[in-house]
């Protein structure tokens, strides 16, 4: 019975000695083996009691007496057989899987009681590792991280689950002292996990429940240890996942929650089916698991998303994003000419859930699209490639969804401010599979990683510690791996060969795995398999692993498609646009790298490394705890124990290793300070040493003499963990002694206190009752008396009020009596007096009547005689009025001549002093240049004496002019930054002083004439006066400035120029636009007055019209408003940029104290302030600019340098300048010699521009121009050779490109609405009125756009814009005059126009309408209802950017909310339904589609058919042509047939084929465009048209109509000449046509038209012209039995072969003859119905081989043919060539032989057979043969699919 280490097979085993019989000892091992030994073989070499620590197991294992790898194991296998699963090694905690529940082992009960006790005090638990970091973070203030590793299986993510759970649960007790229920964030932190694991867990091979993404938990502290925030950081989420898996294992779990949780109704909404019909589900074969529950997985994830407070929408979202993940997987392809569809159903179902356009989604899966020299190309994709694009799909979708998830649960618990951390590390585990990828490569090297840092923190340091403190010590040996590390991440270790090989254009797998053999065949860590295989092995600290190299570069580059991430990014469901909105493609052709302006994104894995460098990086700054989790057995089987596996997992851990260390080292080590800091409670009463090395020595000793757990260093106290319990131990017992001994002494204080004060408080209260019951009997003494009182002077009242009572009652009756006769009496005299007065008024009018008529005869008299005399006065005053006009003509002539003569001499004068002035101008500059350079020699003080110098001898004049007055305005957008004053100011070296209005922002320093305070300024010339004098005469040109409420007219714009005259503007009565000019206004007045106003553009006139409009409906506080708002803006005289200012100095000059210059590369600019303090506010002011500006705009560099012509177009010049590009933009010198001196200098931001280079011939040189826009200005610069003009722009370009975006305020307010609450949003629109309607004009867009000129709108439109800005301006101002505006339909026109043609406008536009439709009151005014119907002409047009697209849809809702009631309301709703249906449009609307927008209803337009016969279809603006194909199919019964329709443009006998995703209203609008064009054939108008396409089965129909219209095609080409036979079958076709018509011949019956019924042209000979230009509007499709290009014959004679085929006329007499033929056939056919004759009609017509085929006219120019000229027919069962005229086939192509089909330039179509094969042809209808053999195709394959 007695307990041995027996030694067997190379290993210890633990064993019991079972029986001794015969000198044979029987051992039974605890693992179930039986051995035998001899007694006399029995040594210690072979057999060893086993010591008493080992027989029952311990809680530590460094405390085990056998200390061996076998012991180590046996400890762990007998806890683990009694449900004792947690072991400690020293600190480190052994957690072994059980595999199943174990009771009790997690209640809240146990965390309270882990949570009163320390480290050891308790049995091992992974709450007692989580209660040490919590307490060594509160107390030593210090951040903890907890490493939980170990192999896939073992138990990583529960352990981490409840760490969490401990410490949300202790940190809210910390915060509060409440019940251990969580708060918010605690909260959020334990509900976070079913999320992650739902949608980052997975069943795998060794687990059910395996995180395939590595996750650190960063949990953040406050001082008082609760928890106030925290963070997860995810790694390297396993995406492969999703599209395939290994067998027997299953997708991420939220797939399978998803389906067991939703009810039928929301499974049939999202399109699912049971997890066995979804191919990323069953592929494995894995699709139920017994030990996962996913209904109740469902319910914990929707749980949590509440918690984390997920809105409703965002979790349906996130469904239905999942749902289309798994329909993605349902996508198969077929091949049919490369990759397609092969239920197209699914497709659609992705779509709708998705929100993509279902063809795009087709083509992206099927084609790779890529840009060519500008062009774009497709490529068809076979089957393997298209099943990767579809899975890089749903890879990326779950990804970036996974990644918005964390994002969600991080913005729930983030925190701002810094604090100390707990942070927990769940990592993937060490796998080993049958084939090991990309991802288990990153999965062990990053457990490589952690493992590295484990031996680090345990081992090296350890024994480092002791050496360099002089510990006695024996080195203890371990399993280091760095050399492993090494091989992987060194410098050409296995990652940056990865890396390496990506990047290469031409890398693949295999020669990255023959790089791999180059580099590392040597290295003993690097494995080369002995049979030739696609692998590399690594010797792995936990053992040998392979890895198979297929899809390792694909992996790492984590290519996706641009044209896949363009679909997706163009999606109409908000959630998934969100996610892609600024994801860029990692997919760059590597050959353009070198040209880009960044760098190539990195590779995954060096990403991956990059981010585990950083976690090793954060873990290094904390105090770290590991958690080694062991899996018991590979079978996930509770109460099974392998050794061996068990064994390996110890083993290359280094827990031997470790329990060695903890065992023989000291874990716990503190500094002499610390040690005795920390225990000096036990030396209280001792005689200790003085030195600190001695104290510490001193009280060790006491405690442990034999030195046996403890020894000094040089600097610290090195501990075994179990002394430093103990003297932690003995330290609590000796505070607690005192403790007690204090709170005794203060609680008996504190009970003697309380005794004194009760005593005295009840002497108090006895003093106090005694005293109360005294005044209790005094009070009712005093009341009695006062009782009795009271009754005595009550009666003796009573009695004197009787009296006194009958004595006023006789006074009152006699005072009544008198008061009623005084009152007759004055009745009676008011009687009298009234009618004496009316006697007198009655006197007074009459005598008042007779004076008037008297006066009234006297002014009449009065006024005739003053008429007369002013009529004569007028009539002499004419007369002496014309003769001194005369006299003043002669007078004047005289004196103009002679002035004239003197302006000459003057001018003469001028030049002579101006050339002599420019002389000394220019000897001063060079005196300037010179003191500049050597004052850049000397330092900047001889430059700043210089300035002081010249400043002094100047005075400050303010009536002084300058020439620096007439610099060229520049205008600045500049932000404004609020200093601003009168500055007296001098430029350059000989101007004078004036005092300007200064105003420094953050780019430049402007100043002003004067401060701005007008609206509007500018010349006009005026005609004014009474309306019928205005003559052409009274024309002045003036200066006009609106101010306030006044318009003023000066004689000219300089300052104190003479006021002509002004107009009020509240007295205008009217304010309309000239009809007879443009240009012109007109502005009548109050007093009938007239005022004729001619500006110098339309543009500068609708200005002005807006202007006084909006001061006419505006109150004073609007019109001081409008003036702020216009402030600062293209009024500047002048401005400096900060970049061009190189110093600011301060005069010290006693006259002039407010004084300072500001030094610049050309110029000084000298300035006087009004004060000393000013000045220097000023100087400061500007200094601070200049610094802020330098840092914002420090550049790196030159980034390019050499000579440039710069272009003056004003001019007409052209100056060269040596120029340098720099990151902030560019500089000019005069030489490269000369680069101190710059001349100028241009600053870039992000929406500066540069077009070019474009030939440009100068005189007799070719010279090559490129354009340069910045702000307000633009630049034209030319080179001589187009290799230099092509560097200067794409370095520009690279330069603006690096620049970061402006975001302008509109912008910024735009995002911040997005993530704000009600109230925040109406505050924002409260305090930001740029939001709200103005009626005021802009100087600048309201979004950044680019300064310049939109290329797609000039080049191909040749409208002639502006640049883009400038247009913006333009229709925001031109949009003010709607309210106003005549003709408010071509306003509207033409802004769509623009709209449509700009795209760069879209945004900007719908911005304006929406300030413009944000008004606060009078919702239905004129004005807001027609901004309303502008912005429902935008909506129906093109719908805005996705960002701005939120922002539209939510001021709809908004706007709705405000008004509900009213009619903009209608117009809010029409826009919601017209935004979310709007498709991509090719033209702008029509003036029909604009009328119906404005009354919000559909459109009406007609369908034609043969006969000219039409049905009436309504349509709207998202409705496309193959909607209507099928309403019209539904609706004459063709919803049955085989056959394919389609609808035409039609004009005569033009037609073409309608694609089915074409918009009907673009049709309609084109059609618009070519009535005002002239476009068409001849006086017919355009129809749209409905009519066979391609006919599948000709002998199947489906219903009478279809009969009639296949009936109806044929006769078409047969009246048309296209049907080639004999004279007599034509003119039976005839008669046929007749009695199907007419039926039986009647007498008098005519043939009125014989081209009707009969082809009437004759074939002839002319040459072909294929450039024709009608030919190119025209379809050659016939659509039918026959071809269209049978148009060009009516015999059936063979042409020759060199000529092309043409029409003409038959004669009058022919024409008799064939109408008296068809009518004697007529006549034979009597009795005949109207099926029999359309069935001989159609099997006349079947005779001709190609029936049911679609003929071209083409030429072969490249096949191998005898003859050039052919028919190409189209068909659906194959493509035939005939020789034209003939019936013969020449080939036929079955379409399962062409290889390829596709257009090689624009007249030329190549057919490709069996890949050696092509033939070319000639043509101009090149893109109908392409779209009618891709329809053929495409009903090909759908036909196969249904038949499959």
């Given at each position: 019975g007695a307990h041995v280490w027996i030694y067997d097979n190379q290993k210890w085993l633990p064993a019991i000695v079972s029986e001794t019989v015969g000198g044979i000892i029987t051992f039974e091992t605890s693992y179930g083996e039986m051995i035998t030994e001899a007694v006399v073989d029995c040594n210690r070499d072979k057999l060893v009691p086993m010591h008493s620590s080992s027989i029952d197991g311990v809680d530590d294992m460094a405390?085990?007496?056998?200390?061996?790898?076998?012991?180590?194991?046996?400890?762990?296998?007998?806890?683990?057989?009694?449900?004792?699963?947690?072991?400690?090694?020293?600190?480190?905690?052994?957690?072994?899987?059980?595999?199943?529940?174990?009771?009790?082992?997690?209640?809240?009960?146990?965390?309270?009681?882990?949570?009163?006790?320390?480290?050891?005090?308790?049995?091992?638990?992974?709450?007692?590792?989580?209660?040490?970091?919590?307490?060594?973070?509160?107390?030593?203030?210090?951040?903890?991280?907890?490493?939980?590793?170990?192999?896939?299986?073992?138990?990583?993510?529960?352990?981490?689950?409840?760490?969490l759970n401990y410490l949300t649960s202790v940190s809210y007790k910390a915060s509060d002292g409440s019940p251990l229920t969580e708060g918010i964030v605690e909260r959020v932190l334990v509900e976070s996990s079913p999320i992650l694991e739902a949608f980052g867990n997975a069943k795998t091979i060794h687990n059910n429940n395996s995180s395939r993404f590595g996750k650190f938990i960063l949990i953040h502290f406050d001082s008082s240890g609760s928890i106030v925030g925290g963070k997860i950081t995810d790694y390297l989420l396993e995406k492969n996942r999703i599209a395939r898996q290994n067998a027997g294992e299953r997708n991420y779990h939220i797939f399978y929650n998803l389906l067991a949780g939703l009810n039928d109704d929301e499974k049939q909404a999202l399109y699912l089916k049971d997890a066995s019909q979804f191919h990323y589900l069953s592929q494995s074969g894995c699709i139920q698991?017994?030990?996962?529950?996913?209904?109740?997985?469902?319910?914990?994830?929707?749980?949590?998303?509440?918690?984390?407070?997920?809105?409703?929408?965002?979790?349906?979202?996130?469904?239905?994003?999942?749902?289309?993940?798994?329909?993605?997987?349902?996508?198969?392809?077929?091949?049919?000419?490369?990759?397609?569809?092969?239920?197209?159903?699914?497709?659609?179902?992705?779509?709708?859930?998705?929100?993509?356009?279902?063809?795009?989604?087709?083509?992206?899966?099927?084609?790779?699209?890529?840009?060519?020299?500008?062009?774009?190309?497709?490529?068809?994709?076979?089957?393997?490639?298209?099943?990767?694009?579809?899975?890089?799909?749903?890879?990326?979708?779950?990804?970036?969804?996974?990644?918005?998830?964390?994002?969600?649960?991080?913005?729930?618990?983030?925190?701002?401010?810094?604090?100390?951390?707990?942070?927990?590390?769940?990592?993937?585990?060490?796998?080993?599979?049958?084939?090991?990828?990309?991802?288990?490569f990153n999965i062990n090297y990053a457990n490589e990683k952690l493992q590295s840092y484990f031996n680090k923190h345990i081992f090296s340091l350890e024994q480092y510690e002791y050496n360099r403190e002089g510990i006695e010590w024996t080195d203890i040996n371990w399993t280091d791996n760095s050399e492993c590390l090494d091989l992987i991440e060194r410098r050409v270790g296995i990652i940056a060969l990865i890396d390496e090989e990506c990047r290469f254009p031409k890398g693949t797998d295999e020669t990255l795995l023959s790089k791999l053999y180059t580099a590392h065949s040597g290295n003993r860590y690097f494995i080369k398999p002995k049979v030739n295989q696609a692998k590399f092995g690594v010797k792995h600290y936990a053992g040998d692993i392979f890895y198979d190299v297929e899809k390792f570069l694909d992996k790492s580059r984590d290519t996706f498609r641009s044209d896949i991430l363009a679909l997706l990014q163009n999606s109409s469901f908000d959630f998934l646009y969100d996610l892609f909105e600024h994801v860029t493609s990692s997919n760059t052709d590597p050959k353009a790298i070198s040209g880009n302006r960044g760098r190539k994104a990195a590779t995954v894995v060096i990403q991956f490394r990059d981010s585990l460098l950083s976690l090793m990086e954060t873990l290094g700054k904390a105090n770290p705890f590991f958690i080694r989790c062991i899996k018991p057995n590979s079978m996930k089987m509770s109460d099974n124990f392998i050794p061996e596996l068990v064994e390996d997992q110890l083993r290359y851990s280094g827990m031997l290793e470790t329990v060695k260390i903890r065992r023989v080292g000291y874990p716990v080590r503190r500094t002499f300070g610390e040690f005795i800091s920390r225990f000096h409670p036990l030396l209280a009463s001792k005689d200790v040493p003085s030195k600190p090395a001695n104290k510490c020595k001193f009280l060790l000793e006491m405690f442990n003499p034999n030195h046996q757990y403890w020894q000094i260093g040089k600097t610290k106290v090195f501990m075994k963990e179990q002394l430093t319990l103990d003297l932690e131990k003995y330290r609590m017992d000796k505070l607690n002694k005192v403790a007690t001994l204090l709170s005794s002494n203060i609680r008996g204080y504190l009970a003697r206190k309380w005794y004194n004060k009760v005593r005295s408080s009840a002497v108090r209260v006895q003093a106090q009752f005694r005293a109360y019951n005294c005044r209790k009997v005094f009070k009712k003494i005093v009341q009695a008396s006062i009782t009795i009182q009271k009754y005595e002077k009550g009666r003796r009242a009573r009695i004197v009020f009787q009296e006194l009572l009958q004595i006023k009652k006789l006074e009152e009756e006699k005072k009544r009596e008198e008061e009623r006769l005084a009152a007759e009496r004055k009745r009676r005299e008011l009687e009298r007096l009234e009618q004496e007065r009316k006697l007198k008024e009655f006197e007074e009018l009459k005598l008042k009547l007779e004076e008037e008529e008297r006066l009234k005869k006297e002014h009449e008299e009065n006024e005739r005689r003053k008429l007369e005399e002013e009529i004569m006065m007028e009539l002499q005053r004419i007369k002496e009025k014309e003769e001194a006009r005369k006299a003043a003509m002669l007078a004047k002539k005289k004196i103009e001549e002679e002035a004239e003569r003197k302006k000459q001499l003057e001018r003469e004068k001028e030049m002579q002093l101006a050339e002599e002035e420019r002389r000394k101008q220019q000897e001063k500059e060079l005196e300037y240049q010179k003191r500049m350079s050597d004052a850049n020699q000397q330092g900047d003080g001889d430059l700043y004496s210089y300035v002081l110098e010249r400043f002094e001898s100047e005075e400050v004049s303010d009536d002084e002019e300058s020439e620096y007055d007439e610099i060229n305005i520049k205008e600045s957008t500049s932000e404004y930054l609020g200093y601003e004053g009168y500055l007296s100011m001098k430029a350059g070296m000989m101007n004078n002083w004036k005092k300007r209005w200064a105003v420094l922002t953050f780019d430049n320093l402007m100043w002003f004439r004067n401060k701005q305070t007008v609206l509007k300024s500018g010349w006009l010339t005026i005609r004014g006066g009474p309306a019928a004098t205005i003559t052409k005469k009274q024309s002045r040109s003036r200066w006009f400035v609106l101010k306030d409420n006044v318009l003023k007219y000066k004689e000219s714009d300089q300052d104190g120029s003479r006021t002509v005259g002004k107009i009020e503007i509240k007295s205008v009565t009217k304010l309309e636009r000239d009809p007879t000019s443009d240009n012109s206004l007109i502005i009548t007045t109050k007093a009938n007055k007239a005022f004729y106003f001619s500006a110098d553009s339309y543009e500068d006139c609708s200005q002005w019209l807006a202007s006084l409009h909006s001061v006419m409906a505006a109150d004073t506080f609007e019109v001081r408003k409008m003036a702020d708002e216009t402030s600062y803006l293209n009024s500047a005289l002048d401005a400096l940029d900060m970049d061009e200012i190189t110093s600011v100095y301060s005069h010290s000059i006693a006259s002039k104290p407010g004084s300072f210059a500001i030094i610049t590369s050309e110029r000084i600019y000298n300035f006087v302030a009004d004060s000393s303090q000013l000045m220097e506010e000023w100087v400061s002011n500007i200094q601070k600019v200049k610094e802020s500006h330098q840092l914002n705009h420090t550049g790196s560099g030159s980034e390019g340098k050499g000579w440039l012509y710069r272009e003056m177009p004003n001019q007409g010049t052209k100056k060269k300048y040596w120029a340098i590009l720099t990151s902030n933009g560019m500089e000019f010198y005069k030489n490269p010699e000369k680069e101190k001196l710059r001349l100028q200098s241009l600053v870039f931001n992000s929406l500066c521009s540069v077009y070019g280079p474009e030939e440009k011939v100068v005189g007799d040189n070719v010279l090559w121009a490129f354009t340069v826009y910045v702000r307000r200005q633009v630049h034209h610069f030319l080179t001589k050779f187009q290799e230099d003009s092509?560097?200067?722009?794409?370095?520009?370009?690279?330069?603006?490109?690096?620049?970061?975006?402006?975001?302008?305020?509109?912008?910024?307010?735009?995002?911040?609405?997005?993530?704000?609450?009600?109230?925040?949003?109406?505050?924002?629109?409260?305090?930001?009125?740029?939001?709200n309607?103005?009626?005021?004009?802009?100087?600048?867009?309201?979004?950044?756009?680019?300064?310049?000129?939109?290329?797609?709108?000039?080049?191909?439109?040749?409208?002639?814009?502006?640049?883009?800005?400038?247009?913006?301006?333009?229709?925001?101002?031109?949009?003010?005059?709607?309210?106003?505006?005549?003709?408010?339909?071509?306003?509207?026109?033409?802004?769509?126009?623009?709209?449509?043609?700009?795209?760069?406008?879209?945004?900007?536009?719908?911005?304006?309408?929406?300030?413009?439709?944000?008004?606060?009151?009078?919702?239905?005014?004129?004005?807001?209802?027609?901004?309303?119907?502008?912005l429902a002409c935008l909506c129906?047009?093109?719908?805005?950017?996705?960002?701005?697209?939120?922002?539209?849809?939510?001021?709809?809702?908004?706007?709705?909310?405000?008004?509900?009631?009213?009619?903009?309301?209608?117009?809010?709703?029409?826009?919601?339904?017209?935004?979310?249906?709007?498709?991509?449009?090719?033209?702008?609307?029509?003036?029909?589609?604009?009328?119906?927008?404005?009354?919000?209803?559909?459109?009406?337009?007609?369908?034609?058919?043969?006969?000219?016969?039409?049905?009436?279809?309504?349509?709207?603006?998202?409705?496309?042509?193959d909607e209507v194909v099928q309403r019209l199919r539904l609706g004459l019964g063709l919803s049955n047939t085989k056959n394919c329709y389609a609808l035409f443009e039609k004009c005569g006998s033009i037609y073409r084929a309608i694609d089915g995703r074409t918009v009907m209203t673009d049709i309609i609008a084109k059609f618009e465009i070519y009535r005002n064009r002239g476009i068409g054939e001849g006086t017919n108008r355009w129809q749209i048209f409905f009519k066979p396409y391609c006919y599948i089965d000709v002998k199947s129909i489906s219903c009478i109509a279809e009969e009639y219209l296949i009936f109806e095609q044929a006769h078409e080409s047969v009246i048309n000449g296209y049907f080639l036979n004999s004279e007599p079958t034509l003119v039976r076709l005839a008669a046929l046509h007749q009695q199907f018509n007419y039926g039986d011949y009647f007498a008098g019956a005519w043939i009125s038209n014989l081209e009707e019924i009969y082809p009437v042209k004759k074939a002839v000979d002319v040459p072909i012209k294929i450039e024709d230009h009608l030919s190119k509007l025209k379809s050659s499709h016939g659509f039918g039995s026959l071809g269209a290009s049978f148009r060009k014959q009516s015999k059936i004679n063979k042409p020759d072969e060199n000529v092309n085929i043409n029409f003409q006329e038959m004669k009058e007499d022919e024409k008799s003859a064939i109408k008296s033929s068809i009518i004697e056939k007529w006549k034979q056919l009597k009795g005949m119905s109207e099926d029999t004759a359309l069935q001989q009609y159609m099997d006349i017509i079947r005779t001709w081989p190609g029936s049911s085929a679609t003929v071209f006219d083409v030429k072969v120019i490249g096949g191998g043919f005898a003859v050039t000229k052919v028919w190409l027919a189209i068909g659906y069962d194959n493509i035939t060539i005939y020789k034209r005229g003939e019936s013969v086939a020449l080939s036929t192509m079955e379409y399962s032989g062409i290889s390829w089909s596709g257009i090689e330039s624009n007249n030329q179509y190549m057919i490709t057979i069996d890949k050696n094969k092509s033939i070319t042809f000639e043509t101009t209808q090149v893109a109908e043969i392409a779209k009618l053999i891709k329809v053929c195709r495409e009903l090909r394959r759908k036909r196969t699919s249904q038949l499959m």
């Open positions: 405390t085990l007496g056998d200390l061996h790898e076998a012991s180590v194991l046996y400890n762990l296998k007998i806890r683990y057989s009694t449900n004792q699963i947690y072991t400690y090694v020293g600190s480190i905690l052994v957690s072994v899987n059980p595999y199943k529940e174990i009771p009790g082992l997690y209640t809240p009960d146990l965390i309270g009681l882990y949570r009163r006790m320390r480290l050891g005090d308790l049995p091992p638990h992974v709450f007692a590792v989580a209660n040490e970091m919590y307490h060594f973070l509160v107390e030593n203030n210090q951040s903890q991280c907890a490493i939980v590793s170990g192999e896939s299986g073992a138990g990583k993510t529960e352990a981490t689950k409840y760490i698991d017994d030990t996962i529950d996913d209904l109740e997985g469902y319910k914990a994830v929707m749980s949590a998303m509440q918690v984390m407070s997920f809105k409703d929408d965002e979790i349906n979202d996130i469904l239905q994003l999942i749902a289309g993940v798994l329909l993605i997987g349902n996508t198969t392809f077929v091949t049919s000419g490369g990759a397609q569809i092969e239920d197209e159903s699914v497709v659609w179902q992705v779509a709708e859930l998705l929100g993509l356009d279902p063809y795009e989604f087709t083509i992206a899966l099927t084609q790779k699209q890529m840009n060519l020299r500008g062009e774009q190309i497709s490529t068809p994709l076979d089957v393997q490639q298209a099943e990767d694009s579809r899975d890089s799909m749903a890879m990326s979708i779950y990804r970036h969804c996974f990644r918005y998830i964390i994002s969600r649960i991080n913005s729930r618990i983030s925190v701002s401010t810094d604090h100390k951390s707990i942070g927990v590390l769940d990592i993937f585990g060490f796998e080993n599979f049958k084939v090991n990828r990309f991802e288990q092509m560097a200067w722009v794409n370095s520009i370009q690279r330069v603006i490109d690096n620049k970061p975006r402006l975001i302008m305020p509109t912008e910024r307010l735009i995002n911040k609405i997005r993530d704000s609450t009600d109230e925040q949003i109406q505050e924002i629109y409260r305090i930001n009125p740029i939001l309607y103005s009626n005021t004009l802009i100087k600048t867009p309201l979004l950044a756009l680019s300064y310049g000129k939109s290329i797609t709108a000039n080049d191909k439109k040749k409208r002639n814009y502006g640049t883009i800005a400038e247009e913006a301006v333009k229709t925001f101002n031109s949009l003010l005059t709607s309210e106003t505006v005549g003709d408010y339909l071509a306003l509207i026109q033409n802004q769509l126009q623009k709209f449509h043609d700009i795209p760069e406008l879209r945004d900007e536009i719908y911005c304006q309408v929406i300030k413009q439709t944000n008004i606060e009151n009078h919702p239905d005014s004129i004005g807001n209802l027609r901004y309303w119907q502008f129906c047009t093109r719908a805005p950017s996705r960002k701005y697209q939120y922002y539209l849809k939510f001021h709809l809702q908004r706007s709705l909310k405000r008004y509900p009631q009213t009619e903009a309301a209608k117009f809010m709703e029409f826009c919601v339904t017209s935004c979310s249906k709007t498709k991509p449009r090719e033209y702008p609307p029509s003036k029909g589609e604009i009328i119906a927008i404005l009354g919000r209803r559909p459109i009406l337009t007609h369908i034609f058919t043969y006969h000219n016969s039409s049905v009436k279809a309504f349509i709207d603006s998202s409705i496309v042509a």
